[in-house]
């Protein structure tokens, strides 16, 4: 089975770097997605590690580590459009299907 | 714009009654997937297809079933309808095949009363 754990709620300030973890348990593994989700709003897709290391997009980074189960989502130089919910989520091997993590919810502060 | 789009976006039915959501893509892609989420719960597959007629379950699938006849449209429906689906359903289609990287519909808001 699979099963991801992420922290329920964070909040930061303007201009502050915020990370976001996400452990995972799964019996196979193809990579680690991460999605970000507005009030109101679709889920839209933000990055997704395939390998071991740092992927960088802009502000946002995403990290993994397959030796520890564990992932993260790196938001540096906040803005307040950036409240959101952002979610992890793995592919496992021999299959099409996303197990998506119960999401973390992001609130950023002037 | 990943061209998907859902219908109806708000529906209140009553419990007991069937329910059909709609999800149309423009992309020509294979695969399509129902979610529903639910405070607490995140995003929970329902259902979701590979190609014409071809349908395969998801961790949630009781009560739900789909049908694919066309490549550009994917149905959900609700038998007969009960308050525990009450929630907020989203349709999603992969990106070159990667289903990592899924593009969602708008949703489609569900009330059970």
């Known amino acids: 089975g699979q099963s991801l754990e992420q922290p329920s709620e964070v909040t930061a300030v303007e201009g502050a770097i915020v990370q976001i973890n996400c452990t995972y348990q799964?019996?196979?593994?193809?990579?680690l997605s991460w999605y970000q989700q507005h009030d109101g709003g679709a889920p839209t897709f933000l990055s997704y590690?395939?390998?071991?290391g740092l992927e960088e997009t802009g502000r946002f980074s995403s990290f993994l580590s397959r030796s520890d189960s564990y992932g993260y989502l790196l938001l540096q130089e906040l803005q307040m459009k950036d409240s959101a919910s952002y979610f992890c989520?793995?592919?496992?091997?021999?299959?099409?299907?996303?197990?998506f993590g119960t999401g973390t919810r992001l609130q950023v502060f002037p | 714009d990943a061209g998907i789009t859902q219908s109806p976006r708000h529906k209140v039915t009553e419990t007991g009654t069937p329910v059909t959501l709609r999800c149309h893509q423009t992309?020509?892609?294979?695969?399509m997937y129902w979610y529903r989420q639910d405070p607490g719960h995140g995003l929970r597959l329902i259902h979701y297809?590979?190609?014409?007629?071809?349908?395969d379950k998801g961790e949630v699938s009781d009560g739900y079933s789909v049908s694919r006849s066309k490549t550009e449209d994917f149905l959900l429906t609700l038998e007969s309808a009960t308050s525990s689906q009450t929630s907020v359903y989203f349709c999603?289609?992969?990106?070159?095949?990667?289903?990592?990287?899924?593009?969602f519909g708008p949703g489609t808001r569900l009330t059970v009363t």
């Open positions: 999603a289609i992969t990106a070159g095949g990667l289903s990592y990287e899924q593009y």
């Open positions: 992309e020509n892609h294979r695969y």
């Open positions: 590690n395939a390998l071991d």
């Open positions: 799964t019996s196979g593994f193809y990579g």
């Open positions: 297809s590979y190609g014409v007629k071809d349908t």
């Open positions: 989520a793995v592919r496992g091997k021999n299959t099409d299907k996303l197990i």
